[in-house]
């Protein structure tokens, strides 16, 4: 296993064992703003589903796609949390999330190749609807800056993971591995569409 993923691996999985213990030892403090938000994007199948799949595609891409790709994610969806706690509304935010999490799992699945450039406005695209949710579902008692930085931080966070199961093992496996989870990522949007 190469180093870097090896250390981001690591790194995503201590965060994510740490988010509820964290929460948890301040009892009263859960709604604090960042721990609110680190823990935000687990509590949403949706939202967890989307954020590895991104993870998935933009290491499948491979070069510049594998910062790319997350970087225009968290960019926008930061933008969109922001457009939402200052007031403003988006159309469909509900269906938008779940057109983007069918549509980023076909685009693992089948392992999309388009220009750099429409890779970035597609993931920017699908970022936008779950921005805006987050701005919307911000506890009232929470910190604007740190609930935007926990969700930030933990999105980061589940877009290595996606990346890590790409670049952790032998390249015929994981193109395998990777398109299931493409796959499955699709079907799990198409069934949350239908609940």
Sequence with gaps: MKPI????????????????????AHTGHETSGLM???SHPFTGLDHLLAMVAVG?????????????LPLAFIATMAL??????????VPFVESGILASVIAAGLLVAFA??????????????????HGVAHGAEMPL?????GYMSGF????????????????AGKPALTTLVARVAGGSIAAGGLVLAVM
């Design 56 to 68: 998935l595609w933009a290491a499948q891409m491979g070069g510049k796609a594998i910062w790319q």
């Design 152 to 167: 930030m931080l933990a999105t980061l966070v589940l877009h290595l993971a996606g990346i890590a199961l790409i670049k």
């Design 80 to 89: 969109g949390a922001g457009l939402s706690m200052a007031g403003m509304t």
């Design 112 to 129: 999309a190749r388009f220009n750099l450039l429409l890779c970035t406005a597609l993931t920017a695209a699908m970022a936008m609807f």
């Design 36 to 38: 609110a938000g680190l």
């Design 5 to 24: 993923f090896k250390t981001a691996l690591t790194a995503s999985m201590t965060v994510a064992a740490l988010v509820p213990t964290v929460a948890m």
């Design 141 to 145: 008692a929470a910190s604007g800056l």
